[in-house]
């Protein structure tokens, strides 16, 4: 195989660019991505991820160049990995190989790979080992597909919650780890009548004057306590049994318990980044622009990872971090069971830096 200044053909599909079987488009924050495949169960699986999303099928893209394509092949073993890349694993499993152009992810025997020939082009190898192919497995490699797809049209993806303070308008982010307590306080905040973007999933993009935080996962997802507390109450039919990659926690369409709350985006003012404290009472600590620049940096391994879109992530970050005020929330137990007590802190914390 050649070096990366000269790309080996083989690598990718620029040398066979069939007309697929299978291709599906869809919109996103005025983006065009292509999902295609010579393999209808490949793209159906890409299709399913897309219907959990708030992104719009097009059934007409005539005249439409995609601002990115995904091609996705289920019955090819993936190409070697170039040479003369920098590798190491990814905190969420798989070893990434890249440098300023090429960008090849590895997970078991399944890969995703953008080349410096076509940087809007992802070609996604998936992986006919029984572990490649278990749920959780092709579940995460479909999300970091389209992330991988997405970041190139400039929609970076956040592991956070989004909401719109209802008197000022103020959009509010919450941004942590699984577990942080962040889809408990959306719920929360929804209930109390605050706007909801979504519990976990959203993009990051450059509006007309600064960041805008768009909506991506269409679901909720809350855990045992957060069912149980008088936040669901009389909705529990509503809720689904866990699924296998995500046992710990119940979903639900928030359109059906809270009723016209939705919004597709805000101009964030505020991040909070919540850690579960136990403790009986809450606190809340301003940040500094850069302390909020490094939370936002944990939070978001790719723009690290993903070195040929690296600049423009790390570049929304921090006028991310410019534009909003951040603060460190230590939840206590009177902050996750209380609706009403929730809205009263997170606007009063916000409120003393001008909700």
Known sequence: M??????????????????PAFAYHYTVAGRFICVESSDEHASDLFRRYFEGWHVAPLADARGLSPDATISVRAHEEMPPVPRGLESFEAAA??????DAQTYFFVSY??????????PSRVEVWIGRSGAARERAALARLTFNACM???????????HGAGLV????????LIVGPSGSGKSTLATQLASAGWR?????TLLLFRGGEGVEARALRRVFAVTEPTVASSVLAGFEELLTEP????????????????????????????????IITGEPSSRARKLSQAETMVQLIKMCPWACYDKPAARAHLGMLSLLARQSKGFELQAGTDLLGDAAFAAR???ESAGGASL
């Open 196 to 200: 909801y973007l979504s519990d976990d």
């Open 109 to 118: 025997d399944s890969a995703i790979y953008v080349g410096a020939q076509n």
């Open 165 to 172: 303070e209802p008197e000022r308008g103020g959009g509010v």
């Open 93 to 98: 499993g798989g070893v990434c190989h890249t």
């Open 345 to 347: 802190f997170i606007s």
């Open 243 to 274: 699924v296998p990659f995500d046992p710990l926690k119940r979903r639900f369409e928030p359109e059906k318990v809270f009723p016209g709350g939705f919004v597709e985006s805000c101009a964030p003012q505020f991040i909070f980044f919540p």
């Open 148 to 158: 991988t797809a997405m970041r190139r049209c400039g929609l970076f993806e956040l």
């Open 2 to 19: 050649e070096s990366l200044a000269r790309p080996d053909p083989s690598v990718g599909a620029a040398g066979h660019y069939a007309r």
